[in-house]
């Protein structure tokens, strides 16, 4: 039988209407029971919302696109640089360049990091105008988009092929001791600046502050530093199936390792096709992706858009090492501590010189840094975020916006008034060319 979408709507709205009003028989005498009005947008909002469920998304030309490829496809200029780093992992990263100044100055760059498992692709998923690298390409920024180690765009090495465990022995400790310097090394001598800006997202914060530790003279090379979601403490992290399974990363962890899997959780291929047809073409799968969705990273749930959901989703799963995911573990049963990856008291001995792994001591961070977290974030929570605001010894100010999600920070309806305006706001101007940390009050947050 062919869909009616006038019958559909039509019972749909009688169905709410009788619904709510016996709500409203209920609650009638309370002061707070909401206005008629309130409820007759309601019920049309409801109605729209169930008659749409099976109608058809728009097809996004974007899902199988490189990040290079959609930025181009938006009309803005690219550059693919590739950096090795120390210990010979080949990182790509993605530049939005900018146009020099009248006197051949550079602009100020902007490098921004994404999560675990992500790539640069992330933070590309919105439209141009909510979508932060642009954004700040508008702003005439020189904007700089990074890659994780093992993940689809950084899968190379000098001498080791993906193909080997070995190539995939890394943590959260590689990626900040070794990737982070060199990117911010190749970034200052490739545009002779004295200093950049670094925006980051959960795991990409906490590399950062891995790097910021283990390398102290980075931080006179960032002027500011801008958290957002930032992952260091995991001890209070809300998401029930992580939960469930932390207590056994490590058996989990060596399971995986004994059966030849070593890296994961790449959907490239088959994996991009099968995402994409469960999350579209009807706005129903849509919404159900995106309920999948908040169950790991906290419930927003009408601040997503179900048309960039599939995008959204096959985002997500880029690829990264066993090791990076189980740390998240180690850290959870840590409690509150950032602490680097336990090889097990014999292999902590050998690295660390200590039974115990090494805790980072985040109050030796100098760069200043302004924090941005969700008070609905289920993976960094409200708990874990206060803690790491009593680590930092140069925090400049922290806003919580309360019903922010792990995941509204990037694709968010209303990211761009709620946090990237705010955040633009603290970087210096894209003419500035400075020495030293920028550290104008009017930028300050409250």
Known sequence: MLFNRRLHCWLSFTTLVSTCCYTWSEHAASAEAITASKLLKNWSRKAEEYARLFDRLPQHDELFLTPPQVIRKRGYPVEIHHVTTDDGYILELHRIPAK????????????????????????????????????????????????????????RHVQLSPKQSKFWQFSWDEIGNFDIPAIINHILT?????????????????????????????????????????????????????????????????????????????????????????????????????YLLGLVTGHNRENIHPSITALAVTNIFRGTSVQVIAQFGQNYLAGETFQAYDYGKKGNLKRYGSPEPYEYPLGKITTPVYVFSGGNDLLVTPEDVDWLLTQLTNLKGSVRIPEYSHMDFLWGSDVKEKIYNPVIALLPPPSAFSYGHFTSSSRILD
């Open 100 to 155: 020099p100044l009248n006197d051949g100055s550079p602009r100020k760059a902007v490098f921004i990091h994404h999560g675990v498992i992500e790539s640069s692709g992330t933070w590309l998923v919105n439209p141009s105008s909510l979508a932060l690298p642009f954004l700040l390409a508008d702003q005439s920024y020189d904007v700089w988009l990074g890659n994780f180690r093992g993940n689809r765009y950084s899968r």
């Open 190 to 290: 490739l545009t002779g600046l004295p200093t950049m800006s670094y925006i980051g997202h959960s795991l990409g914060c906490g590399v950062f502050f891995i790097a910021m530790v283990k390398h102290p003279e980075l931080n006179a090379k960032i002027d500011t530093m801008v958290a957002l979601a930032p992952l260091s403490s995991f001890a209070n992290f809300k998401t029930p199936i992580y939960r469930a399974l932390a207590p056994f990363s490590r058996p989990i962890e060596a399971f995986l390792k004994k059966i030849g899997i070593w890296g994961w959780l790449d959907s490239d291929g088959l994996g991009d096709v099968l995402l994409k047809s469960a999350c579209s073409p009807t706005y129903k799968q849509a919404k159900f992706c995106r």
